[in-house]
């Protein structure tokens, strides 16, 4: 990268400074032709006190003041007509110090002003060749194996945003915008620079299946990420694929199985609470002790993940519930006796609701010791035949059981890395899409909400000692938990309309920026403010567009309104897919939509319907045994 050098001259001169605090400077703008190269966001240099030093400044206020005043006529001693006159001027937010050579070194900037600027001291505008110098001596700071490119700045030619990539996740970040800011295509290229990397990490938590491009397959294009699909209730007859997963209920907590199974209003929910997580921890010791693993037996708490079975959870409950014991005068109702039948019901009704089926009907396989292992290889491994970028779609989750999976997969994802030898740690990263659905503020959490905000808080404060960071993506940032946003140091806001959001922005910024995101609202799509400790000089950007774009294209809604009929048989199969919870076998069920509305509108079809695809496809998931009832 050929750094040009910084000469500023007289056609870049804006004025001298008039006013100075401690961290705004006010300039006063000499001419016309200067005030029109004072522009919101564009960064300005004021001489310092030797002629190879430069104060940078960003300009977030420009003004113009008109008042009339009248000359007097020195020989009538009378008032003369009335002028106008206009004052121009622009306030500054200091930022740092330029040199133009700085020991053996040029053009070396650094955050932070060593004396602030004098008044009369001449400002001089930094465009062009100077901003690419300016840049590209930024860049030039960071180690090549660090850098991130993301776009260039808004005003320079060829001049490159280059982000710190370590302080860009160490510290965590947060990409915020409204829909249609760009916001999806962001997360992608910074998906595909990391990409990369021969080892990078990162775990895309996909909310609406956006992602999946990212993972190859469709239109022939080669993906860099491997994709991954929470298991819907369409995967629970058997047959799932091989990227499904499960979260079998024994990776559960203590709290997070309160959080599903109890009811806190309940009279009875202390007992509740007592007897649901001893019978976990006997069961769990029971595992490991059949399996011969003493030493786990000795140390293992409550919350440990060691498989036992529901059915002997609600077997030992239900003894509890209906115990009778030994009194005085013959037998007598045991101490819990019917305290626990309301917690069995609910027990019962969230085992067999198919919604839940990721973790209450996982297949067996998933209750052996060591399926952890193989679940986290999966998300945690990078390299050679597995991509560092993994997508984990949560698209058919229903979205009140959301948050639970949410938070059990980062939860564990985590401890596993916090309980890692810390020489053998690589790390990771969570790219929270959506994160206002399962990362609301305190105020808007229950008790399944908080479990998944409690995980993810825990990250955002102390994720950074274990090598596990969070990309927090959202399009309303008032919705999102204050405690994660208060702990990411470094921001990419894109456009930004409401008031609300952006005030909370406004809040996790520096006083000195807020000018600067006054200018959300006016953003174009793509573009967007880049500041934190990931880049030295706060940038407006535009964004490289990704090679492979995540599938979050806008409607054309009139566009197609005039050129495109809807489809009656992708109706018919969509119907299918709501009544099952599942995009599985869409070609096959499409199929037998179709059939079957041929069928209906033949002659006979009101007599043949029953032998159509859809009831022979029935007829043969039936259980055998209904079958040979009726043949008796």
């Known amino acids: 990268m050929t750094v040009e050098p910084v000469e500023f001259s007289e056609p870049d001169q804006l004025g001298v400074v008039e006013a100075v605090d401690t961290g705004r400077a006010q300039i006063h703008v000499s001419s016309e032709e200067a005030l029109k190269k004072c522009l919101v966001g564009s960064l300005v240099a004021i001489a310092g006190r030797t002629s190879l030093e430069w104060l940078v400044g960003v300009v977030d206020q420009v003004r113009r003041s008109v008042h009339y005043a009248s000359n007097i006529d020195a020989a009538s001693d009378e008032l003369g007509e009335l002028q106008e006159q206009t004052y121009d001027s622009m306030r500054l937010v200091l930022l740092g110090m330029f040199w133009t050579k700085h020991g053996e070194r040029?053009?070396?900037?650094?955050?932070?002003?060593?004396?602030?600027?004098?008044?009369e001291k001449q400002a001089y505008s930094i465009t062009g060749k100077n901003l690419e110098g300016l840049v590209n001596s930024l860049a030039a700071e960071v180690d090549p194996d660090k850098q991130m490119i993301l776009g260039q700045y808004i005003g320079g030619v060829d001049a490159k945003v280059v982000a710190n990539g370590d302080k860009f996740f160490q510290r965590h970040a947060a990409l915020l915008g409204s829909t249609g800011s760009g916001k999806s295509w962001a997360t992608a290229l910074v998906l595909e620079r990391a990409s990369r990397l021969p080892y990078a990490n990162l775990i895309v938590l996909d909310m609406h299946g956006e992602y999946a491009p990212l993972a190859g397959g469709e239109q022939g294009q080669e993906g860099f990420a491997s994709g991954f699909r929470v298991a819907g209730p369409g995967d629970l007859d058997g047959k799932h694929e091989k990227n499904v997963l499960f979260l079998p209920h024994w990776c559960l907590n203590r709290e997070e199985l309160?959080?599903?199974?109890?009811?806190?209003?309940?009279?009875?929910?202390?007992?509740?609470?007592?007897?649901?997580?001893?019978?976990?921890?006997e069961l769990r010791k029971q595992t490991v002790e059949h399996l011969g693993l003493t030493s786990v037996a000795e140390s293992m708490t409550v919350d440990s993940p060691i498989p036992f079975k529901l059915e002997d959870l609600r077997a030992r409950l239900k003894a509890d519930d209906e115990q009778m014991v030994e009194g005085s005068r013959g037998e007598k109702q045991?101490?819990?006796f019917g305290k626990l039948s309301r917690l069995i019901t609910r027990f019962d009704a969230k085992v067999m609701d198919r919604r839940y089926g990721f973790t209450f009907q996982a297949p067996d396989e998933t209750s052996t010791y060591d399926w952890l292992v193989e679940l986290a290889g999966k998300m945690l491994r990078s390299g050679g035949e597995h991509p560092g970028i993994k997508i984990v779609d949560f698209s058919e989750v229903p979205a009140d059981v959301l948050p639970v999976i949410v938070g059990v997969l980062a939860r564990i994802l985590y401890n596993i890395q916090f309980?890692?030898?810390?020489?053998?740690?690589?790390?990771?990263?969570?790219?929270?899409?959506?994160?206002?659905?399962?990362?609301?503020?305190?105020?808007?959490?229950?008790?399944?909400?908080?479990?998944?905000?409690?995980?993810f808080e825990r990250i955002a404060k102390e994720g950074r000692k274990y090598g596990v960071a969070l990309l927090v993506v959202s399009q309303r940032p008032s919705d999102v938990s204050r405690t994660i946003l208060s702990q990411c140091n470094n921001f990419l806001a894109l456009r930004l309309t409401n008031d609300t959001d952006q005030g909370v922005v406004k809040r996790l910024m520096p006083d000195s920026m807020a000018g600067l995101i006054d200018a959300?609202?006016?953003?174009?799509?793509?573009?967007?403010?880049?500041?934190?400790?990931?880049?030295?000089?706060?940038?407006?950007?535009r964004l490289d567009r990704p090679?492979?774009?995540?599938?979050?294209?806008?409607?054309?809604?009139?566009?197609?309104?005039?050129?495109?009929?809807?489809?009656a048989?992708?109706?018919g199969t969509a119907v299918e897919s709501m009544r099952t919870q599942s995009r599985k076998r869409l070609a096959d069920r499409e199929e037998d939509v179709t059939e079957a509305a041929s069928v209906a509108e033949s002659p006979k079809g009101k007599k043949k319907s029953s032998k159509s695809n859809l009831a022979r496809s029935a007829a043969a998931k039936a259980p055998?045994?209904?079958n040979t009832r009726k043949k008796n």
């Open 258 to 281: 309160l959080a599903l199974f109890l009811d806190r209003s309940d009279y009875n929910a202390p007992n509740q609470a007592s007897r649901l997580a001893h019978h976990v921890y």
């Open 547 to 567: 090679s492979i774009t995540p599938a979050s294209a806008t409607k054309a809604f009139w566009t197609e309104w005039g050129a495109k009929m809807p489809d």
């Open 569 to 571: 048989n992708a109706i």
């Open 520 to 541: 959300l609202p006016l953003l174009d799509t793509g573009e967007g403010l880049l500041l934190g400790d990931a880049v030295t000089l706060p940038a407006r950007v």
């Open 624 to 626: 055998k045994s209904s």
């Open 419 to 455: 309980w890692m030898e810390a020489a053998k740690r690589t790390p990771f990263a969570f790219v929270c899409d959506e994160a206002h659905l399962y990362l609301p503020t305190r105020e808007e959490t229950d008790s399944v909400l908080g479990r998944s905000v409690e995980v």
């Open 106 to 119: 040029k053009n070396v900037f650094r955050r932070g002003i060593e004396h602030f600027p004098e008044v």
């Open 334 to 336: 045991g101490p819990l």
